[in-house]
């Protein structure tokens, strides 16, 4: 069983910074890609930025310029820098990864729990 923990979300002025942390622990054995994903009221999840297991950081159209993900791959970490922080920002944000738990397994998606970033307008 793998355990995403998400934190730093906020209320935060239009402009403003946050930033956001999330943490896998678990039986893991490799993680292939982590990284982000925001669903707001009434929309689809979309993607924010994931890094995989090469390869630059893919990031979100909306979101390119403003945000900055940085993984750790030693503690199983990334960290989501978002500045300029925009009303349409506002959403729910989903740590996600996909995780191998042994060395002959196959990948698996987890989830956390999702943290609520709210940019009034």
């Known amino acids: 069983q793998v355990q995403l923990v998400e934190s730093g979300g906020g209320l935060v002025q239009s402009g403003g910074s946050l930033r956001l942390s999330c943490a896998a622990s678990?039986?893991?054995?490799?993680?292939?890609?982590m990284g982000w994903y925001r669903q707001a009221p009434g929309k689809q999840r979309e993607l924010v930025a994931v890094?995989?297991?090469?390869?630059?950081?893919n990031y979100g159209d909306s979101v390119k310029g403003r945000f900055t993900l940085s993984r750790t791959v030693a503690n199983n970490s990334v960290d989501l820098q978002m500045n300029s922080l925009k009303p349409e920002d506002t959403a729910v944000y989903y740590c996600?990864?996909?995780?191998?738990?042994?060395?002959?397994?196959?990948?698996?998606?987890?989830w956390g729990q999702g943290t609520q970033v709210t940019v009034p307008s």
């Open positions: 996600a990864s996909d995780v191998r738990t042994r060395p002959a397994g196959l990948l698996h998606t987890y």
């Open positions: 678990g039986t893991i054995f490799r993680i292939s890609s």
């Open positions: 890094s995989g297991s090469s390869g630059p950081v």
